[in-house]
């Protein structure tokens, strides 16, 4: 007896697996196009499990896609004979639409739309079949009777949804912002859904849309949800000041963490919206209590306020520094702070001599090995800007053996073969950049893979390899911020080394000097030269986009900046502009939807 049951589980198993080898089959024919080979497997499986409305559907459909529309009919029939399903009926109404017979079409999925007054339950499954053959506005009246039908479901998200395939955005946010009343806690699903309909440009119809909705609820229900939608679309067109009104606003309410604030500040301070990321850094100083986070919003105050210092405020800002020690001291904590007055000493004081020592003593307090690292990593730099390169090598080197394959020991071999590259030592830095291709930062690895391609594609151009050191020297200058030298040392290689392989690389860093010093006419004759004589160089998609960029923003020629963003989107796909190029070009052309 025992026996006989195993092997009755045998063949059933058996059994089982053979069907779902067979509807996989079925479903590979079914995805290739091949339906004959598909229709009868389906077939098969059908006549095995008759009930089964999964097969049945797709037989429907295969027979629709065969054009056997008899035989669909025939299928639907047989059911609708054993019991009225109104998805059936929608089904035979879409067949109907198939051989443009649109009255009988039209009729049956009135018939099915009038089914959920008796039953409501069917309002889903009514309308996804009506979703299924893109019969968009029956689906609408389905869920529009749900709404009165059944008060206590939510059915805005499924509408929102489908106004958005039909590209009527006003309904679609109306109804996304009913979902977030009815769901708050789906707020940030819901902004990933309405992402790629908004833009930049706040006179963008979509954004103006969402915006007058948001302000209306705020008006009616002043909920922390809608200031917070609001906050997130000014962030979105970069009006990072209404964002902080909103902010504020949302702080208020509920004075338990400035984190959002935070958050807000850094994002402006990193688009370079410096007014308001200062705005917002002091709003935290008066606010918080926390140590910590008060001495991030000094310190960056600080940062911004160094960028157009002249010589009297950058004392001004040495005193600042100087007391925040005082008040703060230097521990673990001030780390941050340390680091960016070294810099500080360095690069905007030209103090360098100061900065090392200063630097060297925060190495001796009781910190963490990451947080010496990141002194040590500052150090090395500041020795490379006095041009003390094996002082700055031994720190380098330090860096990667205390911190075996981390981030900061990749950036630190970097930086070893960078200084290699300054000191014209050029197989050994080509070395270095090696091993970095693989890094596990793709920022330092695309680094390494630039600068090894600079020294391998020029290295071999003359024994004495002139143009590469002349080009490494300015490279340097650029380091030290003596831009001027720089520029100048880049014209010599242009004069005198005409017909090279490095005229282009030439012409792109001295273009990115120019825009430095804000002489952006010599910027953009540096990119058109690169687009005219080096249309098929490896610096051609970037000069397309530098270029394109100037136009757009301090040369003001929105048209020729969009003929460049074209350019890179049929010409370049595989650059790393290409998403960037086609987001600005479908703003500067007016779309409405990204």
């Known amino acids: 007896m025992l026996q006989r049951f195993f092997i009755l589980l045998f063949i059933l198993g058996w059994h089982s697996g053979f069907a779902q080898n067979n509807e996989a089959q079925a479903e590979s024919y079914y995805k290739k196009g091949e339906f004959k080979k598909a229709l009868i497997i389906y077939e098969n499986l059908a006549k095995e499990k008759p009930y089964n409305s999964n097969y049945i559907y797709k037989l429907i459909d295969i027979y629709q896609q065969?054009?056997?529309?008899?035989?669909?009919?025939?299928?639907?029939?047989?059911?609708?004979?054993?019991?009225?399903?109104?998805?059936?009926?929608?089904?035979?109404?879409y067949n109907f639409q198939l051989i443009d017979s649109l009255n009988r079409a039209n009729k049956l999925y009135d018939e099915a739309i009038a089914f959920v007054d008796e039953k409501p339950n069917y309002i889903y499954s009514i309308a996804q079949k009506f979703e299924d053959y893109s019969l968009l506005d029956q689906a609408i009246k389905v869920y529009e009777k749900g709404k009165i039908l059944t008060p206590d479901r939510n059915y805005t998200i499924q509408l929102a949804r489908i106004y958005g395939d039909q590209g009527n955005i006003e309904q679609m946010f109306a109804n996304y912002i009913d979902y977030v009343n009815?769901?708050?806690?789906?707020?940030?699903?819901?902004?990933?859904?309405?992402?790629?309909?908004?833009?930049?440009?706040?006179d963008n119809e979509n954004n103006v849309f969402l915006r007058r909705l948001l302000l209306k609820k705020i008006q009616q229900e002043p909920k922390p949800y809608w200031y917070d939608m609001l906050s997130w679309l000014y962030i979105q067109e970069k009006a990072y000041n209404k964002s902080f009104i909103q902010e504020k606003a949302l702080y208020k309410r509920n004075p338990e963490s400035l984190d959002r604030i935070i958050e807000l500040a850094e994002t402006a301070r990193k688009d370079n919206d410096d007014d308001t990321a200062k705005s917002i850094f002091n709003y935290i100083l008066e606010t918080t209590q926390d140590r910590a986070t008060a001495l991030i919003a000094h310190q960056y105050i600080l940062e911004i306020n160094t960028k157009t210092a002249d010589e009297k405020t950058l004392k001004l800002i040495d005193e600042t520094y100087k007391n925040l020690f005082l008040e703060f001291g230097k521990s673990q904590l001030t780390i941050p702070l340390q680091l960016a007055y070294g810099k500080f000493l360095a690069f905007n004081l030209k103090d360098t001599e100061t900065a090392t020592n200063?630097?060297?003593?925060?190495?001796?307090?009781?910190?963490?090995?990451?947080?010496?690292?990141?002194?040590?990593?500052?150090?090395?730099?500041?020795l490379v800007l006095q041009e003390k390169f094996n002082e700055a090598l031994i720190f380098y080197s330090q860096i990667q053996t205390e911190l075996k394959n981390s981030t900061i020991a990749q950036e630190a071999r970097f930086k070893v073969a960078k200084t290699s590259y300054y000191k014209g030592d050029f197989d050994w830095a080509e070395s270095q950049l090696k091993i970095l291709k693989s890094s596990t930062s793709q920022l330092i690895a695309n680094d390494a893979l630039d600068l090894k391609l600079l020294i391998s594609d020029n290295k071999f151009e003359d024994s004495l390899q002139t143009s590469l050191k002349l080009y490494a020297k300015a490279d340097l200058y650029a380091f030290q911020n003596k831009t001027e030298e720089a520029i100048s040392l880049l014209d010599k290689i242009l004069e005198e080394h005409k017909g090279e392989s490095i005229i282009d690389q030439t012409l792109y860093?001295?273009?990115?000097?120019?825009?430095?010093?804000?002489?952006?006419?010599?910027?953009?004759?540096?990119?058109?030269?690169?687009?005219?004589?080096?249309?098929?160089?490896i610096l051609a998609d970037d000069a397309h986009y530098h270029l394109a960029e100037l136009y757009n923003t301090p040369l003001a020629n929105p048209e020729e900046a969009k003929q460049l963003y074209e350019k890179i989107i049929f010409e370049y796909q595989d650059s790393i502009y290409f998403i960037e190029a086609r987001r600005k070009f479908r703003m500067l052309r007016g779309d409405s939807i990204n």
């Not at 399903?85 to 929608?90: A, E, R």
């Not at 009815?182 to 706040?202: Q, V, W």
């Not at 000097?513 to 160089?537: H, T």
């Open 66 to 93: 065969l054009e056997q529309y008899k035989d669909a009919e025939n299928i639907i029939v047989q059911r609708l004979a054993k019991r009225q399903n109104p998805t059936m009926l929608v089904a035979l109404g």
């Open 182 to 202: 009815f769901k708050p806690n789906n707020l940030n699903n819901i902004k990933r859904a309405i992402t790629d309909f908004i833009s930049e440009n706040k």
């Open 358 to 382: 200063f630097l060297k003593e925060s190495l001796e307090l009781n910190i963490s090995y990451y947080r010496k690292a990141k002194i040590k990593l500052l150090l090395a730099d500041i």
């Open 509 to 537: 860093q001295q273009a990115k000097l120019f825009e430095k010093k804000k002489q952006y006419i010599k910027a953009e004759a540096n990119y058109l030269e690169i687009i005219k004589d080096y249309r098929d160089g």
